[in-house]
């Protein structure tokens, strides 16, 4: 691809939210690289795909070659062996910033997570507040967006609470808050950052579905619920029972465990809001899907997809 084609590097192309952001790319009429580790075998308009990982600088290298600027999404979000998120989340990192700066790349947008600002709660937040520091420190032209919990069509992780809810029952954590973001409206977040400028450029945002205070635990399982047609009951699950079960999902499900031990280190935290202080400007991005209809067209992707 020559230049003009190619304005956007982007990595994380094949994960939940990466698929969502090319979409949002091929609605704008935008051309883009995407690194991937095993290339997909249908095309995308627009989207050129490089064969590769974050460890693999040629790759990155290609990846980034002529790019105005970078969105980077990729990131290791569970795994039973904690060490791996230095390797995936701050190696990978680095060598991305480095690749950026050394092809000319001025702009660079990171994909985060709320679990950034408690680094004590779980080995994945200490990994992405590491990477973050890595970022702002980079000299490029950055901005850090740190989304709460995300959902939207391909998600497998919420999908356990669609289907859990389906059942008549979803188990939740501890009595808590959180808020909620649909990935269209991240997808389009990230492109509406691209740009730039005085008003996002060395920020850090939370982002988030407009909703004052987040989502209590229970009032989210039960829109949940709604979303499929069922009124589920919702037990508060206390930390060691939490500790328990997820012993059980590790041991029968292994590396494809959902419950690792250290999601269970931050979703006994009762404080996953979005900070207001750090909304991104209303002029720059607003979203647009109320999680109430949100949760409910996921279902019916879920449905028409066969997984429910």
């Not at 012993?247 to 280190?265: E, M, Q, Y």
């Not at 909304?279 to 066969?306: K, N, S």
Request: with cysteine; aromatic share 6%; charged share 25%.
């Amino acid at each position: 691809m020559t230049r003009n084609a190619a304005t956007l590097a982007l990595t994380g192309g094949t994960g939940f939210v990466g698929q969502a952001t090319l979409d949002a790319i091929a609605q704008g009429g935008l051309a883009a690289r995407a690194l991937a580790r095993k290339v997909p075998a249908e095309s995308r308009p627009g989207i050129d795909w490089v064969r590769g990982s974050l460890s693999d600088r040629e790759a990155l290298d290609r990846l980034v070659e002529g790019a105005e600027a970078v969105i980077h999404i990729a990131g290791l979000t569970s795994t039973l062996v904690p060490e791996e998120f230095e390797a995936a989340n701050v190696a990978g990192t680095l060598a991305l910033v480095e690749a950026a700066k050394a092809a000319g790349v001025r702009r660079f947008v990171f994909v985060s997570s709320l679990a950034a600002r408690r680094p004590d709660l779980s080995a994945y937040g200490a990994s992405k507040a590491r990477a973050e520091k890595i970022v702002a420190a980079s000299g490029l032209d950055w901005t850090t967006v740190r989304p709460p919990a995300v959902y939207g069509p391909r998600d497998r992780d919420m999908f356990e609470l669609f289907r859990a809810a389906r059942r008549g029952v979803v188990p939740m954590p501890p009595p808590g808050r959180a808020s909620m973001i649909h990935v269209e409206d991240l997808a389009r977040l990230l492109l509406a950052l691209v740009p730039g400028g005085e008003d996002v450029s060395g920020a850090t945002f939370e982002p988030d579905d407009g909703r004052e205070g987040g989502w209590p635990h229970r009032a989210l399982a039960l829109a949940i619920g709604q979303a499929v047609g069922r009124r589920p009951w919702v037990p508060h699950l206390s930390r060691p029972v939490l500790d328990w079960a997820s012993r059980i999902d590790c041991s029968v499900r292994r590396a494809r465990a959902r419950l690792t031990p250290d999601r269970v280190g931050y979703m006994c935290h009762p404080d996953w809001v979005a900070d207001p202080a750090r909304a991104v400007p209303r002029d720059r991005w607003q979203p647009r899907i109320a999680t109430v209809e949100g949760l409910a067209a996921t279902a019916r992707w879920y449905r028409e997809q066969g997984w429910l």
